[in-house]
């Protein structure tokens, strides 16, 4: 069975570090491009960022460039995300996809 | 970075009626457009991919059409399972945007 399980999310205060990891099963992980999406209380889904199959090419949403860092092990099956300077608006479930597949999904909420 | 309007925002409708929810995009995507269906609490699922073509395992309800800036969702006999709420998003530039959602609600 394809699956995506997220973890590290939680609560961290403004300005600080958080990083989050997807586990994935059931497929050849090192052929997929993978995603990053988040989705803040209440409102729509929103792209935050991309990273190929062998990890050498990403991109970025405007509003997280220079403080997010995708990344991958594919020896571990495993997708990062890296995020810095956090700030109340990152507040949101993250979500890990390929696109066709999607984790559960892991909470991060920035809050003094 | 390319802007889909979805529209309705809201629609309401009856078990067994066919529904139609429209995805324009800001600039050309091709065919590069999907759609997802979210009910509360739930991770999104693909439903059509590349404009038109249904993924594994989705009923034969759902269909995709659309090219270039207009995209059209139809989903043929609503279901109860089927009331959630639609995005579409464009897999032609980064970033890959979403539309804001249709909620699809029960009359």
């Known amino acids: 069975e394809v699956q995506l399980v997220e973890s590290g999310g939680g609560l961290v205060q403004p300005g600080g570090s958080l990083r989050l990891s997807c586990a994935a099963s059931g497929f050849t992980f090192s052929s997929y491009w993978m995603h990053w999406v988040r989705q803040a209380p209440g409102k729509g889904l929103v792209w935050v960022s991309h990273i190929n199959s062998d990890g050498s090419s990403t991109n970025y949403a405007e509003s997280v460039k220079g403080r997010f860092t995708i990344s991958r092990d594919n020896a571990k099956n495993t997708l990062y995300l890296q995020m810095n300077s956090l700030r109340a608006e990152d507040t949101a479930v993250y979500y890990c996809?390929?696109?066709?597949?999607w984790g559960q999904g892991t909470l991060v909420t920035v809050s003094s | 970075e390319i802007v889909l309007t979805q529209s309705p925002a809201t629609l309401s409708l009856s078990p067994g009626e066919r529904a139609a929810l429209s995805c324009r995009a800001s600039?050309?995507?091709?065919?590069?457009l999907a759609w997802y269906q979210q009910k509360p609490g739930q991770a999104p699922r693909l439903l059509i991919y590349?404009?038109?073509n249904r993924a594994t395992g989705i009923p034969a309800r759902f269909s995709g059409s659309g090219s270039g800036t207009d995209f059209i969702l139809t989903i043929g006999s609503l279901e109860p399972e089927d009331f959630a709420v639609y995005y579409c998003q464009q897999r032609s530039n980064w970033p890959y945007t979403f539309g804001q959602g249709t909620k699809l609600e029960i009359k």
């Open positions: 590349d404009a038109s």
């Open positions: 996809t390929r696109t066709d597949t």
């Open positions: 600039q050309s995507v091709s065919s590069y």
